[in-house]
């Protein structure tokens, strides 16, 4: 049995290698997806654990250099399937036919890996380096390979988010319309072809967790409260309050108002700047987190044994 390694540059040929192993190995277990493709045609990994009606979707790397949320991910992953101390073992033998997890560890491959590897690996190296503002350096890079920041794609509110920078660049930029990125669009229609019930957006850095963006007061507090309470309390992290304007077109922005059911972005991390998380900051990381899976599917389960 291959144990999961996280202390090292977790790279899209990690992520390949060791969903591949997974989907091998635990043949009954693992359903492996390829549910579209980056810019640059490297695929766009999902994975199926658990045969439950109530779906918990959890996603990372949206952000280039957030890689390290890829990392937790396939912990998680690696732990359902082989880890027999609690919570896994709960989890694996009592609730898989209950819930099931859909994880997309890395939705933007070509940014990680322009992250961690820098130009070589691709043919637009020219206009990148424009973009990075002439600096080889990308290891702060967020964007996909076409400068584009990929939670700033989604259609919820996209138009009212202001509008700098207006052109290709490592962070921020939004695009020229929502949805124009495949990577967006893979999350946005395998999401809209599935019954979800809680979605997580993994994201670094910040220690906090964004909960409700524009849902009215209602919603918010009776469908919304209790479970981002237990993530806080769970995880440490703080529970954000939207600001009077916040800025849409993130993932759980969208999720939160069209579905009206939880959805989260998770910053793992104490801030550290526009610079990947340090590979050290990972135990503490995942301690955080450990329970997270746990907390949501207990969740569902207690959820629907009241109605
Ligand atoms: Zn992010």
């Not at 591949?20 to 766009?44: D, F, M, P, W």
């Not at 940014?111 to 350096?137: I, M």
């Amino acid at each position: 049995m291959m144990k999961f390694n996280p202390d090292r540059t977790y790279s899209f040929e990690c992520l390949k290698d060791d969903l591949s192993y997974l989907a091998t190995q635990y043949v009954n277990e693992v359903r492996l997806e390829t549910i579209g493709y980056s810019v640059a045609k490297r695929e766009i990994l999902a994975v199926k654990i658990g045969t439950g009606e109530k779906i918990i979707l959890c996603h990372g790397a949206h952000h280039a250099r957030e890689w390290m949320t890829t990392t937790l991910l396939v912990d998680f992953i690696f732990r359902i399937l082989q880890d027999n101390s609690w919570p896994w073992l709960t989890i694996r033998k009592d609730w898989l036919k209950l819930v099931s997890f859909w994880f997309i560890p890395m939705v933007n491959p070509d940014g990680v890996t322009l992250a961690q590897e820098g130009l070589n690996s691709f043919d637009n190296a020219e206009t990148l380096l424009k973009w990075n503002k002439g600096s080889t350096d990308f290891t702060g890079w967020k964007a996909n390979n076409r400068g584009v920041d990929l939670n700033r794609q989604y259609p919820t509110d996209w138009k009212s988010i202001d509008g700098s920078p207006s052109t290709p660049s490592s962070s921020h930029f939004k695009g020229y319309k929502p949805l124009s990125e495949p990577e967006v669009q893979a999350v946005y229609h395998f999401v809209k072809k599935r019954n979800i019930d809680v979605a997580i957006a993994y994201h670094s850095s910040g220690e906090e967790i964004f909960w409700r963006y524009r849902l009215n007061e209602e919603i918010a507090e009776k469908q919304l409260r209790p479970l981002a309470e237990a993530l806080a309390d769970t995880t440490g992290y703080r529970l954000i309050n939207p600001s009077d304007n916040p800025s849409g077109g993130g993932f759980t922005d969208w999720f939160l108002t069209t579905y009206k059911k939880p959805s989260f972005t998770i910053e793992i991390a104490p801030s550290v700047g526009p610079q990947p998380v340090p590979l050290h900051l990972y135990k503490q990381i995942f301690q955080a987190n450990e329970l997270v899976l746990y907390t949501i599917a207990e969740h569902l389960i207690r959820k629907r044994m009241d109605n």
